[in-house]
């Protein structure tokens, strides 16, 4: 069978998409297969981006377009335990109110222009992969093939079944029901936590039309919800139901939290929701989706267009599989605190007490936000295996900023002003020669030792860090980006 694409993405949410974006910056022939006829059509869903998904986003050079329609704002916090990050090193402290919806557009527009081809209104059924390839199994009998296929087809994965990979972890113990819908008579507007669980109520910016969450008392519910169901827990939880009529969405989510054992069974990978799901307290599960995408893109890139062998995929699993367990972590403490009787009332005070002192707000702040992230890439400065920070650098063609290095996501040689001893470098990575005078502070870290050089990866993270010498620089650039001459 003929080859269709090189990468085929199943799901056209913001991971996917993420993930197309970075594969076809890489020059990677990838194409999204998505089951919507429109990209509107999202219902209720994530409401905004973290800290540093908008650094990911600056790294693109798209972050201005997701800022221009979002409102800046403090992160929700832990289990709505307010956490200020305006303090944090970064140049965006803060979170963005931004409905999912919106973020769908904005990142569909930026594939398009990349010219990712979107195959909507098609849904896959099922895959089956050979030592060539993998054949992506679609509801209307055409097939497409590619030689790697990556689910990000969400929490109830075809991809991730069709593969055999476990998805274990906890049952639901709470339900929730999440709508937009009219009311008859006038709503109890605000959050709510009682011994019930969690509601809310509040009027979109249309006036006219209420966004309603509320928590059901079962959690054994087979069927997609209903009206009545909204009325029954509605009821439940007010004492009434307000005459809620005309729901523009209408859906249901729980606290089960599960991950995939395996992010990767041979030429079929898993990201976002596929990969892992959990509670939305704190709205981490679309960040974390983006972040698995801008791990996965540059090297499943490499690996297919031969700059790599297909082992590079494995640091996939080994760097994002810890990072969702710890979110499926806390997600479920946050659950727990989040419950309305008087002793978990004491707790979430005392926690509150905790998180209102520098050093536990900065490192859950850390956490919740994404700043934190720090892959296991050996011993070394405190900087390796974490994010670069987006320092203003000065050159000889004048000021710049590090983000504004990875817009086209290739890996960069960053020489701070010392003389660099290498042997080669790998194509496709750039060398730039600059100088930064001031002080370099890493989130939750604080002051850092400023190094002599950095590589930088496509995603952003530090893959060596030089402190005043070259030592170890030639094996860091032939492990992650290849051992091709310069050009």
């Given at each position: 069978m003929v080859k269709d694409h090189q990468v085929v993405i199943a799901g056209g949410g913001p991971t996917g998409l993420m993930l197309a974006g970075e594969l076809a910056l890489a020059g990677v022939d990838a194409a999204i297969v998505e089951r919507r006829t429109n990209q509107d059509l999202v219902g209720v869903r994530a409401g905004g981006l973290h800290a540093r998904s908008i650094e990911i986003l600056d790294q693109r050079g798209i972050a201005d377009r997701f800022l221009a329609q979002g409102k800046a704002m403090q992160i929700g916090g832990f289990a709505w335990i307010p956490l200020d990050i305006s303090d944090f090193p970064t140049r965006h402290p803060y979170g963005l109110a931004l409905p999912q919806v919106q973020i769908e557009r904005i990142l569909a527009g930026w594939v398009e222009e990349l010219g990712v081809p979107t195959y909507r209104g098609r849904e896959?059924?099922?895959?089956?992969?050979?030592?060539?390839?993998?054949?992506?199994?679609?509801?209307?009998?055409?097939?497409?093939?590619?030689?790697?296929?990556?689910?990000?087809?969400?929490?109830?994965?075809?991809?991730?079944?069709?593969?055999?990979?476990?998805?274990?972890?906890?049952?639901?113990?709470i339900s929730n029901l999440i709508?937009?819908?009219?009311?008859?008579?006038e709503g109890e507007w605000g959050l709510r936590r009682d011994p019930s669980g969690i509601h809310s109520m509040g009027k979109m910016a249309d006036g006219e039309t209420v966004r309603v969450m509320v928590t059901e008392q079962r959690t054994d519910?087979?069927?997609?919800?209903?009206?009545d169901d909204l009325r029954t827990a509605l009821v439940a939880a007010y004492g009434r139901d307000f005459?809620?009529?005309?729901?523009?969405?209408?859906?249901?989510?729980?606290?089960?939290?599960?991950?995939?054992?395996?992010?990767?069974?041979?030429?079929?990978?898993?990201?976002?929701?596929?990969?892992?799901?959990?509670?939305?307290?704190?709205?981490q599960g679309l960040n974390i989706g983006l972040q698995d995408a801008v791990n996965l893109g540059w090297k499943l890139a490499q690996v297919v267009k031969g700059?790599?062998?297909?082992?590079?995929?494995?640091?996939?699993?080994?760097?994002?599989?810890?990072?969702?367990?710890?979110?499926?972590?806390?997600?479920?403490?946050?659950?727990?605190?989040?419950?309305?009787?008087?002793?978990?009332?004491?707790l979430r005070e005392i926690t509150a007490e905790l998180l209102a002192m520098d050093e536990p707000r900065k490192r859950i702040g850390g956490m919740m936000s994404g700043l934190d992230v720090h892959y296991d890439l050996g011993e070394g400065h405190p900087l390796l295996g974490?994010?670069?920070?987006?320092?203003?650098?000065?050159?000889?063609?004048?000021?710049?900023?590090?983000?504004?290095?990875?817009?086209?996501?290739?890996?960069?040689?960053?020489?701070?002003?010392?003389?660099?001893?290498?042997?080669?470098?790998?194509?496709?990575?750039?060398l730039f020669e600059a100088c930064h005078n001031g002080v370099w502070e890493l989130p939750v870290l604080g002051?850092?030792?400023?190094?002599?050089?950095?590589?930088?990866?496509?995603?952003?993270?530090?893959?060596?860090?030089?402190?005043?010498?070259?030592s170890g620089l030639d094996e860091a650039l032939t492990k992650w980006f290849g051992a091709a001459m310069a050009e």
């Amino acid at each position: 069978m003929v080859k269709d694409h090189q990468v085929v993405i199943a799901g056209g949410g913001p991971t996917g998409l993420m993930l197309a974006g970075e594969l076809a910056l890489a020059g990677v022939d990838a194409a999204i297969v998505e089951r919507r006829t429109n990209q509107d059509l999202v219902g209720v869903r994530a409401g905004g981006l973290h800290a540093r998904s908008i650094e990911i986003l600056d790294q693109r050079g798209i972050a201005d377009r997701f800022l221009a329609q979002g409102k800046a704002m403090q992160i929700g916090g832990f289990a709505w335990i307010p956490l200020d990050i305006s303090d944090f090193p970064t140049r965006h402290p803060y979170g963005l109110a931004l409905p999912q919806v919106q973020i769908e557009r904005i990142l569909a527009g930026w594939v398009e222009e990349l010219g990712v081809p979107t195959y909507r209104g098609r849904e896959v059924t099922g895959c089956a992969q050979d030592q060539a390839g993998v054949c992506v199994e679609l509801l209307d009998g055409e097939p497409l093939r590619a030689d790697y296929l990556v689910g990000c087809d969400g929490g109830r994965s075809v991809i991730r079944k069709a593969a055999g990979i476990e998805f274990s972890g906890w049952a639901a113990s709470i339900s929730n029901l999440i709508a937009e819908v009219q009311l008859a008579a006038e709503g109890e507007w605000g959050l709510r936590r009682d011994p019930s669980g969690i509601h809310s109520m509040g009027k979109m910016a249309d006036g006219e039309t209420v966004r309603v969450m509320v928590t059901e008392q079962r959690t054994d519910h087979a069927q997609e919800p209903t009206l009545d169901d909204l009325r029954t827990a509605l009821v439940a939880a007010y004492g009434r139901d307000f005459g809620v009529h005309s729901p523009s969405s209408l859906s249901r989510f729980t606290d089960m939290a599960r991950q995939a054992a395996a992010y990767r069974s041979g030429r079929v990978l898993l990201a976002g929701d596929a990969a892992h799901v959990h509670y939305p307290t704190g709205g981490q599960g679309l960040n974390i989706g983006l972040q698995d995408a801008v791990n996965l893109g540059w090297k499943l890139a490499q690996v297919v267009k031969g700059i790599s062998p297909e082992s590079l995929l494995d640091t996939y699993q080994a760097e994002r599989h810890p990072v969702g367990a710890a979110v499926l972590r806390n997600t479920m403490a946050q659950v727990a605190l989040l419950r309305g009787d008087e002793r978990t009332d004491a707790l979430r005070e005392i926690t509150a007490e905790l998180l209102a002192m520098d050093e536990p707000r900065k490192r859950i702040g850390g956490m919740m936000s994404g700043l934190d992230v720090h892959y296991d890439l050996g011993e070394g400065h405190p900087l390796l295996g974490r994010r670069m920070p987006d320092l203003d650098l000065s050159t000889a063609d004048g000021p710049l900023r590090v983000y504004s290095l990875l817009h086209d996501a290739r890996p960069v040689l960053l020489n701070l002003g010392q003389p660099l001893q290498i042997g080669s470098v790998p194509k496709g990575v750039r060398l730039f020669e600059a100088c930064h005078n001031g002080v370099w502070e890493l989130p939750v870290l604080g002051p850092v030792p400023a190094p002599s050089a950095v590589l930088i990866r496509p995603d952003g993270y530090a893959a060596w860090v030089g402190t005043g010498a070259s030592s170890g620089l030639d094996e860091a650039l032939t492990k992650w980006f290849g051992a091709a001459m310069a050009e």
